[in-house]
């Protein structure tokens, strides 16, 4: 080799990128370039003469001695990737160029090493090698398109939600999920913003590849070379069908719960109104002779408002105001009862039959009105089939475990009885369906529907704490599945048939609390008509007042329930340890909290439901002054 050729070579081992140096046979360093002082840390000076072990991460010098025998033994050269040590200890990945060299006469003498460092490449694969384990692990559904939105790549949680394999989507544009409810300028506007280069984020309803639609959440982000022009967009979505549904659920019972509390205001209100007008009319009537020209006039205005009241119990029900007899029962014999006259009410087209579970648990309602339920849904099963068609009452127990109860913002996992109806009739679509508890929605004919039938379906299932669920397709018919709480008390037996009330009249003095004064008008009217004398206040305070200073006897207390400051039953309790024998009734249409808690509803407290009328005030009066005494004669 001449002068001009070794000089060459020098100048392109100083000038390489790699670590270039030697070792003797010894395995003692002897050259080191520019670059290894570089990248190990060490002056020539440092290094020369040093063994090559310096260099070696400790346990790993037999790999080095075997790779030195290998080429000590004729072997040429040897490509491998390795770990050395810096200077200062650091660990650095290399890649290894190994080979002999010879001297004149052709015997090895040394080895020489050309090393370069890619411990930062190493980090660079390890690092993508993580990002690719988080993508492909990820529940969130990544797909990469190119630009023209044709599919390069999904993760496989693409596969798991949309049931697509993957290798069946590569290459195909990623509108294969288009369930068509988003118009086209929704996705123009999607388009252009990514265009663009900004991020889109939105809802879009895409379509399994069994058919089923759900709604993904999703953000679309372009992806830039490093000139900034656009190759790729990384799609990141995740379903989110079934937190919707559980928004929706939790919507509606807000709705519900508004539109109750507006109902029940509104009713409570009415009941005072339909008592005047209902009272006063029935007065009126009793005075008339049956040829009075004005006996027509008040029988018009006494029916609407018997009417109005019935409309009135049923907006109570809905919003879980109305006051409830509950009773331990078995929802079997509730049906059993029914049943004939059930039968009657669809009519004979009509194919009725129960499914009654043996061992069926006990509930605590009121079988009255459990009775109205049965009767509401089954009208609304026959007024679906017209013509012919079956219907069908079933009774069960039902457990409900979390996994339910996730799945249903209302339910309370628990012990439940369920009581379904199912017909066979037209059924429903999803929008019907999202009205129908709320009061007079109907699609019936003016005089058919008030639509007032499954809201109070709906209140008295609230109230009794269960729930209510309805299942219908248009054309398929429906089923309304009704959960009651499963108690573990054993059936109460029916109260005992109580003496016939044989005359309502009496002569007892009365003190009558309420504070609408029309009712209280009323009320006194009636009871002094039938002949008892009455003391009249208009508040509790005033009744407090009246019970410390008269003199006689107040045989019974009749009061309204839910009054300014003090509730009737508060009062009761007052004049209760004044006048301890002295009899109590209330009065009220209207259960709110305060009276549910105070005992009145539940306990065995005599209760008149507004509106009243004259007549059942009168029983009631007199069925509360004769109890635990011998009925006047
Ligand atoms: N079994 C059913 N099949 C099909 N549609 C039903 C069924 N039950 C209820 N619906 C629909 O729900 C609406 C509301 O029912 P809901 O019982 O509250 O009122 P209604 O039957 O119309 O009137 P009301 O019960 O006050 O006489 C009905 O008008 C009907 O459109
Ligand atoms: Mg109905």
């Given at each position: 080799?001449?002068?001009?050729?070794?000089?060459?070579?020098?100048?392109?081992?100083?000038?390489?990128?790699?670590?270039i140096f030697s070792v003797d046979r010894d395995l003692?360093?002897?050259?080191?370039?520019?670059?290894?002082?570089?990248?190990?840390?060490?002056?020539?000076?440092?290094?020369?003469?040093?063994?090559i072990?310096?260099?070696?991460?400790?346990?790993?010098g037999d790999e080095t001695s075997a790779i030195g025998q290998k080429l000590f033994g004729g072997e040429s050269l040897v490509h491998y990737e390795f770990?050395?040590?810096?200077?200062?200890?650091?660990?650095?990945?290399v890649s290894l160029t190994l080979s002999p060299i010879k001297d004149?006469a052709g015997v090895i003498a040394g080895v020489s090493i050309i090393s370069?460092?890619?411990?930062?490449?190493?980090?660079?694969?390890?690092?993508?090698?993580?990002?690719?384990?988080?993508?492909?692990?990820?529940?969130?559904?990544?797909?990469?398109?190119?630009?023209?939105?044709?599919?390069?790549?999904?993760?496989?949680?693409?596969?798991?939600?949309?049931?697509?394999?993957?290798?069946?989507?590569?290459?195909?544009?990623?509108?294969?999920?288009?369930?068509?409810?988003?118009?086209?300028?929704?996705?123009?506007?999607?388009?252009?913003?990514?265009?663009?280069?900004?991020?889109?984020?939105?809802?879009?309803?895409?379509?399994?590849?069994?058919?089923?639609?759900?709604?993904?959440?999703?953000?679309?982000?372009?992806?830039?070379?490093?000139?900034?022009?656009?190759?790729?967009?990384?799609?990141?979505?995740?379903?989110?069908?079934?937190?919707?549904?559980?928004?929706?659920?939790?919507?509606?019972?807000?709705?519900?719960?508004?539109?109750?509390?507006?109902?029940?205001?509104?009713?409570?209100?009415?009941?005072?109104?339909?008592?005047?007008?209902?009272?006063?009319?029935?007065?009126?009537?009793?005075?008339?002779?049956?040829?009075?020209?004005?006996?027509?006039?008040?029988?018009?205005?006494?029916?609407?408002?018997?009417?109005?009241?019935?409309?009135?119990?049923?907006?109570?029900?809905?919003?879980?105001?109305?006051?409830?007899?509950?009773?331990?029962?078995?929802?079997?014999?509730?049906?059993?009862?029914?049943?004939?006259?059930?039968?009657?009410?669809?009519?004979?087209?009509?194919?009725?039959?129960?499914?009654?579970?043996?061992?069926?648990?006990?509930?605590?309602?009121?079988?009255?009105?459990?009775?109205?339920?049965?009767?509401?849904?089954?009208?609304?099963?026959?007024?679906?089939?017209?013509?012919?068609?079956?219907?069908?009452?079933?009774?069960?127990?039902?457990?409900?475990?979390?996994?339910?109860?996730?799945?249903?913002?209302?339910?309370?996992?628990?012990?439940?009885?369920?009581?379904?109806?199912?017909?066979?009739?037209?059924?429903?679509?999803?929008?019907?369906?999202?009205?129908?508890?709320?009061?007079?929605?109907?699609?019936?004919?003016?005089?058919?529907?008030?639509?007032?039938?499954?809201?109070?379906?709906?209140?008295?299932?609230?109230?009794?704490?269960?729930?209510?669920?309805?299942?219908?397709?248009?054309?398929?018919?429906?089923?309304?599945?009704?959960?009651?709480?499963?108690?573990?008390?054993?059936?109460?037996?029916?109260?005992?048939?109580?003496?016939?009330?044989?005359?309502?009249?009496?002569?007892?003095?009365?003190?009558?609390?309420?504070?609408?004064?029309?009712?209280?008008?009323?009320?006194?009217?009636?009871?002094?008509?039938?002949?008892?004398?009455?003391?009249?206040?208009?508040?509790?305070?005033?009744?407090?007042?009246?019970?410390?200073?008269?003199?006689?006897?107040?045989?019974?207390?009749?009061?309204?329930?839910?009054?300014?400051?003090?509730?009737?039953?508060?009062?009761?309790?007052?004049?209760?340890?004044?006048?301890?024998?002295?009899?109590?009734?209330?009065?009220?249409?209207?259960?709110?909290?305060?009276?549910?808690?105070?005992?009145?509803?539940?306990?065995?407290?005599?209760?008149?439901?507004?509106?009243?009328?004259?007549?059942?005030?009168?029983?009631?009066?007199?069925?509360?002054?004769?109890?635990?005494?011998?009925?006047?004669?």
């Amino acid at each position: 080799m001449g002068d001009a050729e070794l000089s060459l070579l020098a100048a392109v081992v100083n000038a390489s990128d790699d670590a270039i140096f030697s070792v003797d046979r010894d395995l003692n360093i002897t050259s080191w370039n520019g670059s290894a002082v570089r990248i190990y840390g060490y002056t020539p000076d440092e290094i020369k003469g040093q063994p090559i072990s310096v260099l070696i991460p400790v346990g790993r010098g037999d790999e080095t001695s075997a790779i030195g025998q290998k080429l000590f033994g004729g072997e040429s050269l040897v490509h491998y990737e390795f770990e050395h040590l810096r200077k200062d200890g650091a660990r650095l990945q290399v890649s290894l160029t190994l080979s002999p060299i010879k001297d004149a006469a052709g015997v090895i003498a040394g080895v020489s090493i050309i090393s370069r460092d890619i411990t930062e490449r190493k980090r660079a694969d390890e690092e993508r090698g993580r990002l690719i384990t988080a993508i492909e692990q990820s529940a969130e559904v990544v797909i990469i398109t190119n630009t023209k939105g044709e599919i390069e790549y999904v993760n496989p949680s693409f596969t798991r939600i949309t049931g697509h394999r993957r290798e069946d989507v590569i290459g195909l544009n990623a509108n294969v999920q288009g369930s068509g409810k988003q118009d086209q300028a929704y996705y123009q506007q999607m388009w252009a913003t990514i265009l663009r280069g900004d991020i889109w984020h939105g809802e879009i309803v895409n379509r399994r590849k069994d058919g089923t639609l759900y709604t993904e959440e999703m953000n679309i982000a372009p992806v830039r070379d490093a000139q900034g022009a656009i190759t790729h967009f990384i799609a990141n979505k995740r379903d989110v069908t079934e937190r919707k549904r559980i928004e929706d659920q939790f919507r509606q019972a807000q709705k519900m719960e508004a539109v109750g509390r507006l109902a029940g205001g509104i009713a409570h209100d009415f009941n005072n109104l339909l008592t005047v007008i209902n009272g006063y009319s029935e007065m009126g009537l009793e005075r008339l002779t049956a040829e009075d020209p004005l006996r027509h006039t008040l029988e018009q205005i006494h029916k609407a408002g018997e009417r109005a009241v019935s409309l009135t119990r049923q907006l109570l029900a809905f919003s879980r105001q109305q006051t409830l007899a509950p009773r331990v029962l078995d929802l079997n014999a509730v049906v059993a009862g029914v049943e004939t006259m059930l039968r009657r009410l669809v009519g004979e087209d009509i194919e009725l039959t129960t499914v009654r579970d043996g061992a069926l648990g006990h509930v605590k309602a009121d079988p009255g009105q459990i009775e109205q339920v049965l009767m509401n849904l089954s009208v609304n099963a026959r007024d679906a089939m017209p013509g012919a068609g079956k219907l069908s009452i079933e009774t069960a127990n039902v457990d409900f475990d979390d996994t339910h109860a996730k799945r249903h913002v209302a339910i309370t996992p628990g012990r439940y009885v369920m009581l379904a109806v199912s017909d066979t009739g037209i059924g429903m679509d999803a929008e019907t369906q999202s009205h129908i508890f709320e009061p007079f929605f109907t699609t019936k004919a003016k005089d058919k529907g008030t639509g007032l039938g499954l809201a109070m379906v709906y209140g008295f299932v609230k109230q009794a704490g269960g729930h209510i669920w309805v299942y219908s397709e248009p054309g398929q018919g429906t089923t309304v599945k009704i959960y009651l709480p499963r108690v573990a008390d054993a059936v109460e037996p029916l109260p005992s048939v109580r003496t016939p009330v044989r005359t309502a009249a009496g002569s007892e003095t009365v003190l009558l609390v309420e504070d609408d004064e029309a009712v209280r008008a009323l009320a006194s009217g009636i009871l002094q008509q039938c002949g008892y004398k009455v003391l009249e206040s208009t508040s509790p305070e005033d009744a407090l007042q009246i019970c410390e200073r008269h003199e006689e006897t107040i045989h019974l207390l009749l009061t309204d329930v839910v009054m300014p400051r003090i509730s009737g039953p508060k009062t009761a309790q007052r004049m209760g340890a004044l006048r301890p024998g002295m009899k109590v009734l209330y009065i009220s249409g209207y259960t709110d909290d305060s009276a549910v808690r105070a005992g009145v509803v539940e306990g065995d407290a005599a209760f008149l439901q507004k509106p009243f009328t004259g007549t059942s005030l009168a029983r009631a009066v007199r069925e509360v002054l004769d109890q635990g005494s011998e009925p006047n004669s």
